[in-house]
Nanobody, 116 residues
Framework: QVQLVESGGGLVQAGGSLRLSCAASGRTFSSYVMGWFRQAPGKEREFIARISWGGGITYYADSVKGRFTISRDNAKNTVYLQMNSLKPEDTGVYYC?????????WGQGTQVTVSS
């Protein structure tokens, strides 16, 4: 298992940008598929984006496609989520996750609030 710590959340106005980071412990970070999820108040956690171990393959939920970009730096054991053109409906707790067959390791989450 890998330990994950998210950072970069905060309060931003609609149309603004934020960049989330997720730092991972361990020497096997580059072997993990990494993902971002979010959970809005009163809703279930939903998938946002994922990136392959080498960074060459990415996949996004339709709700964020064209606005969010997932990337990773294996030398720094870090995955990022660049969020642009933020909307109030993007508000929620954002979690990063790591896995191979499935996402078995999760961070504690970072709050993102988008005001209208």
């Amino acid at each position: 298992q890998v330990q994950l710590v998210e950072s970069g959340g905060g309060l931003v106005q609609a149309g603004g940008s934020l960049r989330l980071s997720c730092a991972a412990s361990g020497r096997t970070f580059s072997s993990y598929v990494m993902g971002w999820f979010r959970q809005a108040p009163g809703k279930e956690r939903e998938f946002i984006a994922r990136i392959s171990w080498g960074g060459g393959i990415t996949y996004y939920a339709d709700s964020v496609k064209g606005r969010f970009t997932i990337s990773r730096d294996n030398a720094k054991n870090t995955v990022y989520l660049q969020m642009n053109s933020l909307k109030p409906e993007d508000t929620g707790v954002y979690y990063c996750a790591a896995g191979r067959a499935d996402f078995g390791s999760w961070g504690q989450g970072t709050q993102v609030t988008v005001s209208s």
